[in-house]
């Protein structure tokens, strides 16, 4: 009990303490604390000042990067508009490429259709015109059907001896000389004659030999291997081992 009172006593002197200044001192701490609060006022209005000024420089700021935000926004918005814009273009010119490829491309398969029949129209209009020419043209022997009649002929029995008679029509004289040509440089001995035109007319070369000579054979064999076409006959021969009639020319093609 004793040392609680003790306690107490201590700490109402130490309060008794603290208020127990003298008034100079008091004055001073007085003064210092006025001072105190005058320039805690002056920094809280510097410090209100500061943050309001700098806070509207910042939402000006702000407000810029907003801006330039919105405005690089609506740029790239407005570049991939454009994009898409060529690149439906684009596309579109795409399908009318295809659409013009696939027209020429039909119309190159209808050319070629065009151009086959054409060429088919064209050959058969060529094979037309090359046997009307074949069937107007002059009848001739070739080197290769001279050839092989003069060989032919030159190893058949000798002599030979053929008669030929020509018309008066200029395509049989000049077909008759090329046979006579031949005979002649095959050795082939014979009288010629000419005759006009007959009636009826006889078309060809008709050849009459004799069926009991050999010779006559021997003649027969020697076209058949030269491939000159004739009328082959058998009959009266007289003299000749054949005798030979240059008829007009035979209607159609000439061999």
Do not use: C
Request: charged share 20%; aromatic share 6%.
């Amino acid at each position: 009990m004793a040392t609680t009172n003790e306690n107490r006593t201590v700490t109402s002197g130490w309060k008794l303490e603290i208020f127990n200044l003298s008034q100079s001192h008091a004055d001073l701490i007085f003064k210092i604390s006025n001072i105190g609060l005058i320039f805690g006022a002056l920094f809280v209005l510097l410090g209100t000042i500061g943050a309001i000024w700098t806070g509207a420089i910042r939402e000006r700021y702000s407000d810029e990067r907003t801006a330039r935000n919105e405005a690089e926004t609506a740029t790239a918005k407005a570049t991939a508009a454009s994009a898409n814009a060529r690149a439906a273009s684009a596309n579109e010119r795409a399908a009318t490429a295809n659409e013009n490829a696939a027209l020429a491309n039909e119309r190159t398969e209808e050319l070629k259709k065009f151009n086959l029949q054409l060429q088919t129209e064209l050959e058969k209009e060529r094979v037309e015109r090359l046997r009307l020419e074949a069937s107007i043209a002059p009848r001739h022997i070739s080197e290769k059907q001279r050839g092989a009649l003069i060989a032919a002929l030159r190893a058949a029995p000798q002599p030979i001896s053929v008669q030929v008679t020509l018309i008066g029509d200029e395509e049989s004289a000049n077909y008759g000389k090329l046979l006579i040509n031949a005979l002649g440089a095959a050795g082939v001995q014979g009288q010629t004659s000419t005759m006009g035109i007959v009636s009826p007319p006889q078309y060809g070369v008709s050849i009459r030999l004799d069926k009991n000579r050999q010779k006559s054979h021997s003649i027969k064999a020697a076209f058949e291997k030269a491939h000159i076409p004739v009328n082959i006959s058998f009959g009266e021969t007289g003299a000749f081992d054949a005798v030979i009639f240059v008829g007009l020319r035979p209607l159609g093609p000439s061999l």
